[in-house]
């Protein structure tokens, strides 16, 4: 099937599409190795959470990656520090959810579609009920995917942050609704939480240059193995689990 344009009115199509696509593997473990160079993030651990990422990964258990968002530039340096970091070995496998319009350059898709993105039709952008339908499906696609083993990568603040950068905001039950359908697919997913500082920021409304973001500091919580049974519950164990780990990242830093 030939890629569809991205657009909200071709909402049917795109998703039939992303429903199966997969990346060429051997491309994006390239390029994300370039950028692990290029960005040098710095990685630590809660104690006990690469073991538990390991283990996770081995049994196959469909990863839910939660990443607080800061700038642009997250979605480079935080593809360096998978690189980086024990989920080195899913890249390939994880699917990341990214808003619409990076699609609609053909050359930065053609990037994107090899780091795996899932385009996101944004209410901000389009309007809440313009695009509810296409929500729904892309939260059935993310659930379908983890059901057959992928990963969904998700910024679940939906916008970046630029209030306070050691601070999670408010978290959308988006996530919250992803997982709770993959566990009726019959999916076990796993919370990881993933947070990233790139240092104290006197002004957070600018973004960091990309010679900023380099080194970035990023922290992996210990994964949560089982997750509530309602979305809003799930929505908030993210935000929680996330702003434990974005402590650490700022205080490695």
Same mark, same amino acid.
């Given at each position: 099937? *030939?890629?569809?344009?991205?657009?909200?009115? $071709? %909402?049917?199509?795109?998703?039939?599409?992303?429903?199966? /696509? #997969?990346?060429?593997?051997?491309?994006?473990? &390239?390029?994300?190795?370039? +950028?692990? #160079? !290029?960005? /040098?993030? =710095? @990685?630590?651990?809660?104690? &006990?959470?690469?073991?538990?990422?390991?283990?996770?990964?081995?049994? $196959?258990?469909? +990863?839910?990656?939660?990443?607080?968002?800061?700038?642009? %530039?997250?979605?480079?340096? @935080?593809?360096?520090?998978?690189? #980086?970091?024990?989920? =080195?070995?899913?890249?390939?496998?994880?699917?990341?959810?990214?808003?619409?319009? +990076?699609?609609?350059?053909?050359?930065?898709?053609?990037?994107?579609?090899?780091?795996?993105?899932?385009?996101?039709?944004?209410?901000?952008? /389009? &309007?809440?009920?313009?695009?509810?339908?296409?929500?729904?499906?892309?939260?059935? @696609?993310?659930?379908?995917?983890?059901?057959?083993?992928?990963?969904?990568?998700?910024?679940? *603040?939906?916008?970046?942050?630029?209030?306070?950068?050691? =601070? @999670?905001?408010?978290?959308? %039950?988006?996530? &919250?609704?992803?997982?709770?359908?993959?566990?009726? +697919?019959?999916?076990?997913?796993?919370?990881?939480?993933?947070?990233?500082?790139?240092?104290?920021?006197?002004?957070?409304?600018?973004?960091?240059?990309?010679?900023?973001?380099?080194?970035?500091?990023?922290?992996?919580?210990?994964?949560?193995?089982?997750?509530?049974? !309602?979305?809003?519950?799930?929505? #908030?164990?993210?935000?929680?689990?996330?702003?434990?780990?974005?402590?650490?990242?700022?205080?490695?830093?």
């Amino acid at each position: 099937m *030939e890629p569809p344009e991205v657009r909200l009115e $071709n %909402s049917d199509t795109v998703y039939d599409f992303y429903r199966d /696509h #997969r990346q060429n593997r051997l491309q994006a473990w &390239g390029a994300y190795a370039i +950028l692990g #160079r !290029r960005y /040098h993030p =710095r @990685v630590t651990y809660a104690e &006990g959470a690469r073991a538990a990422l390991r283990t996770a990964i081995r049994q $196959n258990r469909p +990863l839910l990656i939660a990443i607080n968002h800061l700038s642009e %530039s997250d979605p480079y340096t @935080v593809a360096a520090a998978a690189w #980086r970091s024990g989920l =080195r070995r899913v890249i390939g496998r994880v699917r990341v959810l990214a808003k619409d319009e +990076l699609f609609a350059d053909p050359d930065q898709r053609r990037k994107i579609d090899m780091m795996g993105g899932i385009p996101v039709f944004r209410g901000k952008d /389009h &309007g809440i009920r313009a695009v509810n339908a296409a929500g729904q499906r892309m939260m059935d @696609v993310c659930a379908e995917r983890m059901a057959r083993g992928d990963g969904i990568a998700v910024f679940p *603040e939906g916008t970046c942050n630029d209030v306070d950068p050691a =601070r @999670v905001q408010a978290v959308g %039950s988006g996530i &919250g609704h992803i997982a709770f359908r993959a566990m009726k +697919l019959g999916a076990e997913p796993v919370l990881v939480s993933m947070a990233l500082s790139y240092g104290p920021r006197h002004d957070p409304s600018v973004p960091p240059t990309k010679e900023e973001a380099k080194g970035a500091s990023f922290h992996f919580g210990v994964p949560v193995l089982e997750l509530p049974p !309602r979305p809003g519950d799930i929505a #908030r164990l993210v935000r929680a689990d996330l702003q434990k780990a974005l402590d650490a990242a700022v205080a490695a830093y």
